[in-house]
């Protein structure tokens, strides 16, 4: 593992950058930054053009008859989603399916209350659920050791989901959803500045592969305690710079899990430290005189909650339009606009 990298930054909620000397003394350095460090209040936005604004951007009314199930409504990031979608107008169902030791819980949000199914009968609920809610849309926030059984469950009942839990047997997860013709969004990043940050690193190594070739490689990400693996989001941005020629193992990675180097080192806010995803990328020329830096920080749920929601009224709108495609992902939710 690479040694340690020396991370001046400034505390708080204002824009940080990560800009590291190199040995030499070098000042050079570009840094990309994207900080999200608030919450800000869920916003329906209108479409510039008005002739197209209702049929691009389902209004306030229109999104309260769009019930949803949340699973794993239990979890931080499930309750996240609850409160982003019930400001948006959408309709939580008072049940939702969760682990075996979850079964009898009630998790109120808003003031509504959602009752928490465990392992047992959980076809017979989806599918009486969905009977009694035809437009269900459901929501996977569960563990990565559900994801292919869940899925599973979703496409033999036949109820749109949209998928946020990272893990799981992907080959496996995207060929039962092919093969039940259910419609989803799979995403393991619901963020929609990050995946549009993606996308932008993707058309550069499509268009540019090589161009760091000899590069030098550092990748430092900090998230809570709790997350022990590499993100999902610094394997595919890795990936990216692996085809632009540069040469860099998963196990480079420096996880920072530790809270007390996470604030003093790395700059996370202290209230968002049981919460947070820290990520930088930084890259040497071989001689050691060109420095580029790429950061993304996020504190906080509530930009993966927020897309969740805006993945969930675009898959709605796929569904109502019988769209021939079945299988989207947040990619295909930046694509449409409308972002909030």
Do not use: W
Not at 84 to 104: C, D, H, K, Q, T
Not at 206 to 215: D, H, I, K, L, V
Not at 292 to 312: K, L, P
């Amino acid at each position: 593992m690479a040694s340690m990298m020396k991370i001046p930054m400034n505390t708080g909620f204002a824009t940080q950058q990560m800009l590291i000397p190199s040995s030499r003394g070098s000042s050079l350095g570009n840094t990309i930054n994207v900080n999200v460090c608030k919450r800000r209040k869920y916003l329906v936005a209108m479409a510039s053009n008005p002739v197209q604004s209702v049929a691009l951007v389902p209004s306030f009314s229109q999104n309260v008859g769009i019930p949803i199930m949340v699973n794993g409504c239990t979890g931080k990031m499930g309750r996240a989603v609850l409160e982003a979608a019930i400001s948006a107008g959408l309709n939580p169902v008072p049940v939702a399916l969760g682990g075996p030791e979850e079964s009898g819980k009630i998790v109120d949000v808003g003031g509504k209350e959602i009752e928490v199914h465990g392992t047992s009968q959980r076809e017979d609920i989806l599918s009486s659920v969905l009977n009694e809610y035809p437009n269900l849309i459901v929501v996977d926030y569960t563990v990565p050791a559900a994801v292919n059984e869940n899925a599973a469950l979703y496409c033999k009942v036949g109820v749109p989901f949209v998928m946020g839990t990272t893990g799981g047997d992907r080959e496996l997860l995207y060929k039962t959803v092919a093969d039940s013709n259910v419609y989803s969004v799979i995403s393991p990043q619901m963020g929609k500045q990050v995946v549009a940050f993606l996308a932008a690193m993707e058309i550069m190594a499509e268009q540019f592969p090589g161009a760091f070739s000899g590069y030098n490689l550092q990748v430092m990400e900090s998230h809570q305690a709790s997350k022990l693996d590499v993100s999902g989001t610094a394997k595919a941005v890795i990936s990216c710079f692996q085809k632009l020629g540069v040469s860099f193992e998963l196990d480079q990675v420096q996880l920072i899990r530790d809270p007390k180097l996470q604030i003093e080192m790395v700059g996370v806010p202290e209230e968002h430290i049981s919460g947070h995803a820290f990520h930088m990328y930084h890259l040497t020329s071989p001689d050691e005189t060109v420095s580029f830096e790429f950061q993304h920080n996020v504190c906080g749920r509530s930009i993966y909650a927020e897309g969740t929601v805006d993945a969930i009224l675009f898959l709605a709108k796929k569904v109502q339009s019988k769209a021939d495609k079945r299988i989207y992902d947040m990619i295909d939710v930046l694509r449409e606009g409308n972002m909030r």
